[in-house]
Structure formats: structure tokens, C-alpha cells
């Protein structure tokens, strides 16, 4: 209420003035939040890239570790039949 009253009693040179200060504190924030979006964007693009890198790698090394599995297999399974030969 008192707000109100002190914006009657102001004149209009005055009240231009906190209009124009209001305006240009509103043009900084929005300046920020652009950056900030901009910046989050860019982040989140990276971790994309990032995440299909990991997805990728993790395919290469659960097929490397299979190949590694199915040899190490056979070479117990030859060494059991070398064992039942003797």
C-alpha cells in the first residue's frame, strides 16, 4: 500500500526514471537466462555425445568379453577331452 502511495506522490520524471531502471534490470536477467539456456544446451549436447560413446564402448567390450568366454570354453573343453585321452 505504502508502494502505491509513494508512486502517486513521485512525479513522472520520477517514476520514468524506476520505469527505465526496472526495464533495464529486467533486460540484464533475461540477457542471463539466455545465456544460462544457452550454456545448458551446449552441456546437455556433450552429454549426449558422451552417452552414446559409453553405449557404444559398453557394446565393444560385452562383444570382446563373450569372444573371450567362448574361447576360454573351448580351451576347457579341450583340456577335458586331453584329460579323458590320457
Known amino acids: ?20 531502471l526496472d526495464l ?18 551446449n552441456e546437455n549436447n556433450n552429454l549426449r555425445v558422451k552417452q552414446e ?3 557404444t564402448e559398453r557394446a565393444e ?8 568366454k567362448t574361447r576360454v570354453e573351448a580351451m576347457i573343453t579341450r583340456l577335458k577331452s586331453m584329460e579323458t585321452n590320457l
Open 61 to 68: 567390450l560385452i562383444e570382446k568379453t563373450e569372444l573371450a
Open 1 to 20: 500500500m505504502w508502494g502505491a502511495l509513494y508512486l502517486l506522490s513521485m512525479d513522472t520524471e520520477d517514476q520514468s526514471a524506476l520505469a527505465e
Open 24 to 41: 533495464k534490470r529486467l533486460e540484464v536477467r533475461v540477457e542471463e537466462l539466455i545465456q544460462t539456456v544457452a550454456r545448458l544446451k
Open 53 to 55: 560413446d559409453l553405449v
